[in-house]
């Protein structure tokens, strides 16, 4: 069973940076696709960046492209997404979430870390 833990939520403002950070245990991530996922208030989850772990391949939500970057360290079996230029729309909770067969769904999901941007 693959549990994931979400860290690094904060209060910043517009403009600044995060590293949110997921912690996998009970398989590698090198052998999953890993996601992350945000739902803002009101408003259903959505998706936001992949590593796939066929071919090392990253993938972005067009609002986050060039902006947010995921990466992984098998060393620490973590996730990390790093945000930059932060803008109050990003304000919402963040998933970590684990993809263990291809074409399947994102099966195994973290409790997800508050992220709030201030104007």
């Known amino acids: 069973q693959v549990q994931l833990v979400e860290s690094g939520g904060g209060l910043v403002q517009a403009g600044g940076s995060l590293r949110l950070s997921c912690a996998a245990s009970g398989r590698t991530v090198s052998s999953m696709d890993m996601g992350w996922f945000r739902q803002a208030p009101g408003k259903e989850r959505e998706f936001v960046a992949r590593?796939?772990?066929?071919?090392?391949?990253?993938s972005y939500a067009d609002s986050v492209k060039g902006r947010f970057t995921i990466s992984r360290d098998n060393a620490k079996n973590t996730v990390y997404l790093q945000m930059n230029s932060l803008k109050p729309e990003d304000t919402a909770v963040y998933y970590c979430a684990a993809r263990l067969k291809i074409g399947a769904d994102f099966g195994s999901w973290g409790q997800g870390t508050q992220v709030t941007v201030s104007s």
């Open positions: 590593y796939n772990w066929i071919g090392d391949s990253t």
